[in-house]
């Protein structure tokens, strides 16, 4: 089975809400929420994957300092398995922005078990819960 290395981040506001998107229509897991981020591409670190991610997908600029490794994910999908960090960050420059037509939502931690997620997303809850309570 084929391992996939896919990065997450969960963007933290000063009211301790999380950012998450919904997958658009066309994509793999359409109409699921999820934390943004995004493959690994080869011969690129985790930190360098996201920061990429993040300034592709929401047009925001974090530095890796800033990225704080809190938990990951480990799913097996029917044709590979899925290996995913989550870092949380509390620090980035410029506005959110939904550069690849995707909705986004920012929620209490305890709000996310209401959203229809991925399989290996909704693991990830209660580790954010703990750190944000």
């Known amino acids: 089975m084929r ?3 896919v ?3 969960a963007l933290i506001d000063a009211d301790h809400r999380v950012l998450v ?3 658009p229509e066309g994509k793999q897991l ?3 929420w999820e934390f943004p981020g995004g493959k690994v ?3 690129e670190r985790p930190e360098q994957a996201l920061i990429r991610e993040l300034r592709e997908e929401l047009g925001v600029e974090v530095k890796e300092p800033c990225l704080a490794p809190l938990t990951f994910a480990s799913h097996a999908y029917d044709d590979f398995h899925l290996l995913m960090p989550l870092y949380a960050c509390y620090r980035w420059q410029g506005s959110v922005v939904a ?3 995707q909705a986004l939502k920012w929620l209490h931690p305890h709000k996310l078990r209401e959203l ?3 399989s290996a997303d909704a693991p990830l809850i209660p580790a954010l819960i703990d750190l944000l309570a």
């Open 3 to 5: 391992l996939l290395l």
């Open 116 to 118: 229809p997620m991925p």
């Open 30 to 32: 359409a109409g699921l």
């Open 41 to 43: 591409d080869a011969g």
């Open 21 to 23: 998107a919904q997958r």
């Open 7 to 9: 990065v997450a981040v």
């Open 99 to 101: 550069r690849e037509g």
